[in-house]
């Protein structure tokens, strides 16, 4: 991407983005839950975790290290629905961490590319060998399974997160109709670095006015920060928690950026749906998360179904190739 990112031997790039991409996910998702247990309001939270990569971004882009992309206001435009929808399964995600336990979102949040799938016959019509979606039953199951018996289980929670779903699975059907837009840079990491900071400036944006009026929003935002102090949350614990997790959200997506930039999607995926396990895995010992056998059956039977989808529609992709 730019000078600090040519110094990395290309031999040490994949491992090094990777393990990035595995810590910034890992402290977001602790971080965060940890935050809206003690101030709620998860559309004013989420917001300023869009907003906190604005910043990162210009610093990038003013100290060299990125070349600053060129967009026109019909790039912007086109840019528009896809932040929206961004945002929207941001927002999701967020509300639905802070009503349920991490791993049990992350455990939703698996069948999203049984949603894509989906999505991609009806809209884009891309229909996949019928063993592709066959693939995708043993994750229907698991989530099913771990669902009926989540200790932690509300149906807001639950509904948020396969919401989420939908949302990413619409801004990405959106970016691939409208395809490329701007000039985003020379080399492909430096592209993938570019369409992350222009898109989440975009979904700030958008999400910007509901983001002041929605409930749990930027206007209660001061509420919910006063009533945390007075249950003897520190104001400077707070701060440091709101802006650590939106400096490490908008670390994680670009670290997976970079990663993309330099594997093929297939390998993409399987490091995303380990990435799932661990995330799953940490934050049931962090948070002490209470799991039943039925439970955990569920969640290894739809991460498993996950990896399985990926490879299965790798190898026909393959073949009619």
């Not at 912007?76 to 399964?89: D, M, S, V």
């Not at 992350?106 to 063993?131: D, M, R, W, Y």
């Not at 990491?189 to 989440?200: M, P, Y």
């Not at 940490?282 to 991460?303: D, E, K, Y």
Request: glycine share 8%; net charge positive; with cysteine.
């Amino acid at each position: 991407a730019g000078a600090s990112e040519s110094r990395i031997p290309p031999s040490l790039k994949l491992p090094i983005f990777a393990g990035l991409w595995y810590f910034f996910n890992i402290q977001y998702n602790l971080q965060n839950k940890i935050l809206l247990r003690a101030i709620g309001a998860p559309c004013a939270v989420s917001w300023v975790q869009l907003a906190s990569g604005v910043p990162i971004a210009c610093l990038m882009w003013g100290l060299g290290l990125v070349r600053r992309p060129s967009v026109s206001r019909s790039d912007l435009a086109k840019l528009a629905p896809i932040g929206a929808a961004f945002a929207c399964g941001h927002f999701l995600t967020v509300a639905s961490l802070g009503a349920v336990a991490v791993s049990f979102t992350h455990v939703v949040k698996a069948l999203e590319p049984a949603v894509n799938a989906i999505a991609s016959a009806v809209i884009l019509g891309q229909v996949f060998h019928p063993v592709v979606y066959a693939s995708l039953l043993p994750v229907f199951l698991g989530v099913a399974l771990a669902s009926s018996s989540e200790l932690s289980f509300t149906a807001y929670g639950f509904a948020t997160a396969m919401a989420s779903n939908f949302a990413f699975v619409t801004r990405n059907v959106l970016a691939t109709k409208f395809g490329a837009v701007g000039d985003m840079g020379d080399d492909k990491t430096e592209r993938k670095t570019n369409q992350l900071a222009v898109l989440t400036t975009v979904a700030a944006a958008v999400l910007f006015p509901l983001a002041l009026f929605l409930p749990g929003g930027l206007l209660a935002l001061p509420s919910a920060w006063a009533r945390a102090v007075a249950n003897g949350v520190p104001a400077s614990r707070l701060a440091y928690l709101l802006a650590s997790s939106g400096f490490h959200f908008f670390m994680y997506q670009l670290s997976s950026f970079w990663v993309l930039s330099l594997v093929p999607p297939i390998t993409h995926s399987v490091l995303n749906t380990l990435k799932r396990i661990v995330i799953i895995i940490v934050s049931v010992f962090v948070f002490r998360t209470p799991v039943t056998t039925q439970s955990a059956i569920g969640t290894g039977t739809a991460i498993g179904g996950v990896l399985l989808y990926s490879l299965t529609k790798n190898y026909f992709a393959k073949r009619k190739a």
